[in-house]
C-alpha cells in the first residue's frame, strides 16, 4: 500500500484529510528520528516556503492524536518529537546535552515494584532520564584528580 496510503487509511480512519504540510511533517519527524517543532519547521521550510511554525504545532498535534508521532520531554524547554517506531527510554546528560537510547525493558523491574506497590502504570516508551553521561563523569573524575594532587603540593 505504500507510506502515503497507509498515511491516508490512518487519517480517515480517525476523519483526518491527508495534507501536504502533514505528509510534510511526518516525513520531517521520520528523517530527524527527534526533532522540536523548530527543527521540524525548519525541514519542511527547506521545501515548502511559506508553511508557518502555527501549521507545525497543529500538524504535530493531530498526528500525536492519532498515535503516528509521540513527543517527550527532553528537558527544558520545546518537547521533542518523533515517530511511533521509536520505543526506547533517553538518557539525557544535564551538563552537555547529550542524548543516548537504552531500551525500554531495562526498566521492567521498576515498572513491575511500581505496579505491585501503588496500581501505576508505567509507560517507559514516553520517558527521559536525567543525569550526567559517562563522559562527563569521566572528566569530572579528573577534575577531582587534579583538585587532589594540587592539594598535596
Not at 527544558?76 to 544535564?94: I, N, Q, R
Amino acid at each position: 500500500m505504500g507510506e502515503t496510503g497507509s498515511l491516508r487509511t490512518t487519517l480517515h480512519r480517525h476523519g483526518m484529510r491527508v495534507t501536504p504540510q502533514r505528509r510534510l511533517v511526518l516525513d520531517a519527524v521520520r528523517e530527524l528520528g527527534h526533532a522540536t517543532p523548530e527543527q521540524v519547521h525548519r525541514r519542511v521550510r527547506s521545501t515548502a516556503h511559506t508553511v508557518n511554525i502555527t501549521t507545525i504545532y497543529r500538524a504535530l498535534d493531530a498526528l500525536e492524536d492519532i498515535g503516528l508521532v509521540r513527543h517527550t520531554h527532553l528537558g527544558h524547554g520545546a518537547p521533542t518529537y518523533s515517530a511511533d517506531e521509536h520505543e526506547h527510554v533517553h538518557l539525557v546528560c544535564h551538563r552537555c546535552g547529550e542524548i543516548d537510547e537504552v531500551p525500554c525493558d531495562l526498566l521492567d523491574d521498576l515498572a513491575e515494584l511500581l505496579r505491585r506497590r501503588s496500581g501505576f502504570e508505567l509507560d517507559a516508551t514516553h520517558l527521559a532520564l536525567s543525569g550526567t553521561c559517562r563522559g562527563c563523569r569521566g572528566a569530572d573524575d579528573v577534575d577531582h584528580l587534579e583538585r587532589a594532587v594540587e592539594e598535596t603540593r
